[in-house]
């Protein structure tokens, strides 16, 4: 029979470190320590990667967690003993070695020893104290540690309180910075509506004066008509007279005939047209001051996004798009497309419309419709059902199996676009949006470059392409060389022209020219991307 004691110990053993209650379906880690299955897997769910570190030693383990059947074992059979069948504690003061009684205690080993065990090797050396002796000592101990377990309690206890303080302070600030928000735009949507409503009050005056002087209009010309008519008739009549009758006041009916006056009334009245004039012009000026507002607050809103999202994990910003997504419907978050800086100056830089084969002649009327080919996509690619966008999921897959299809791009997230070309000028637009603005590869590959491997991108292989990230964009030259260009589009127009041998690319925001590359090309080419971050979207124009 086991004893109490050695049955509490035993389950000290057997406590998981996590719970601190005894293992429940125990699993053992690689680096030796056991944990029960539940607790190490909420442990394991913290991380995306295949790897989680052990909560005790911090050393990287396998998150394919074997179940220890041993412990399983010995946790059912020690969960299993009859409190009746512990020995007494008369029966436990003895020696479970010697089965002598126990009288002394090592100040050394914190063991209880009999006569036997006290003049062992092992004890002989060591401090040994009376049991009556060594308990006073240690009551004193005990306490000392529960004054300073409470002291702790209490520095916790007034830190927990300063926490929820400063937490119910933040909380207050949250909601009053909310309240304020929504005032100051509920104020901003009631003094548009009001200029709305005046504009439109405006344009209703000048549409019923339009329509009443119309009427108008159209009665003094129908009434001069009706006299026109009614005179013409009776000199027709007089020609059929008799000679004298005919002659007789000819004279006065003839200067009648010149002198007939031809009144001629105001179609639309000067004071009206001024007024019409006056509303377009507010209408003109309130369009500008708008556009500038709201050019300007989707420039500072995506950087400000930027920021927010700066340092988050990508667990925290899927929370914080789940979150959104409940709020607003995700199809009208488009991301916006700041203002770009002035037109860029340099030898392969002009602004569109100086001689540069593509911008000289401008950009295309009539873009080409492209889509992305869903059988290039990289695995872990989204491809919408319109084939019109390309995601990087924020969670990502741990590891993803090579394509068998060798089409298909890997490892690198690249994918192309459809239809290829072959001759002529053909023109498309790429929208780029994502935490930061999103980062991408954007430009147009050979039909016969490269999908698998380590792919190097660069015109000697078959790919004119920049890198667009938060931090800036770059054509990519060569294969470690790289141009850094003074632009950070959100949309990227791009120009390929097979007769002249060129790849430009444009800010399709401003109608900017970003950069050219002039090349000759060996066979067909397809739009080319590939998305960098989690996050990214791209979708195509038109």
């Known amino acids: 029979m086991a004893s109490q004691h050695f049955t509490d110990r035993l389950k000290e053993e057997l406590l998981c470190p996590i719970c601190i209650d005894i293992l429940q379906n125990p699993v053992t880690l690689d680096c030796g320590h056991n944990f029960c299955l539940r607790c190490i897997s909420r442990v394991a769910e913290e991380t995306s990667r295949k790897f989680c570190k052990c909560p005790l030693c911090g050393k990287s383990v396998r998150k394919n967690f074997e179940p220890n059947l041993l412990l399983v074992n010995l946790v059912e059979r020690i ?218 607050l989707k420039f500072e809103g995506e950087r400000d996004r930027g920021k927010f999202f700066k340092g988050m994990s990508d667990k925290d910003i899927t929370k914080y798009l789940d979150g959104q997504s409940e709020i607003d419907n995700p199809k009208t978050n488009q991301a916006s497309e700041p203002e770009s800086p002035s037109p860029v100056q340099g030898p392969d830089t002009q602004p569109l419309g100086f001689p540069v084969s593509c911008s000289s002649e401008g950009i295309s009327d009539f873009p080409d419709p492209v889509t992305f080919d869903e059988v290039t996509a990289h695995p872990e690619l989204i491809i919408s059902p319109d084939l019109k966008t390309a995601t990087l999921d924020f969670i990502q897959q741990e590891s993803s199996d090579e394509p068998t299809d060798p089409e298909c791009f890997y490892p690198f997230r690249c994918v192309l676009g459809f239809p290829h070309f072959s001759r002529g000028r053909h023109t498309w637009e790429t929208q780029l949006e994502g935490p930061g603005g999103g980062a991408c590869m954007v430009g147009v590959a050979l039909g016969q470059a490269a999908r698998r491997g380590f792919l190097v991108i660069e015109p000697l292989t078959g790919f004119w392409v920049l890198r667009i990230t938060g931090s800036g964009c770059q054509a990519l030259i060569a294969a470690n060389a790289r141009e850094n260009l003074p632009a950070r589009p959100r949309k990227v127009g791009i120009c390929v022209d097979f007769e002249c041998g060129e790849v430009v690319f444009y800010d399709a925001v401003t109608n900017t020219h970003i950069y050219t590359f002039r090349t000759s090309f060996p066979g067909h080419v397809f739009p080319f991307y590939r998305l960098l971050f989690p996050g990214t979207r791209i979708t195509l124009n038109p």
């Open 79 to 296: 969960q299993a003993i009859d409190p009746s069948e512990m020995l007494t504690e008369k029966e436990e003061d003895r020696c479970m070695k010697h089965e002598e009684k126990l009288h002394y205690f090592c100040d050394l080993d914190g063991k209880l020893l009999c006569m036997v065990c006290r003049e062992s090797k092992e004890h002989k050396s060591h401090n040994v104290l009376l049991i009556e002796e060594a308990v006073p000592r240690y009551q004193e101990k005990l306490q000392s540690q529960v004054e300073v377990l409470k002291q702790k309690g209490m520095v916790i206890k007034q830190a927990k309180e300063q926490g929820e303080q400063k937490i119910n302070k933040f909380m207050a600030e949250v909601e009053l910075e909310k309240q304020k928000i929504t005032k100051e735009f509920q104020q901003l949507y009631q003094a548009l509506k009001e200029e709305e409503n005046f504009l439109l009050s405006r344009m209703n005056w000048l549409a019923q004066e339009g329509a009443s002087g119309k009427k108008v209009y159209v009665t003094a010309s129908e009434t001069q008509l009706n006299s026109l008519r009614e005179f013409i008739n009776s000199l027709m009549a007089r020609q059929l007279f008799p000679p004298k009758q005919m002659l007789q006041n000819i004279k006065v009916i003839l200067c009648r005939s010149e002198g007939f006056p031809f009144l001629s009334p105001t179609p639309v009245p000067s004071h009206l047209e001024r007024k019409l004039s006056d509303a377009q012009s507010r209408h003109k000026l309130l369009a500008s001051y708008l556009k500038r507002f709201k050019d300007h």
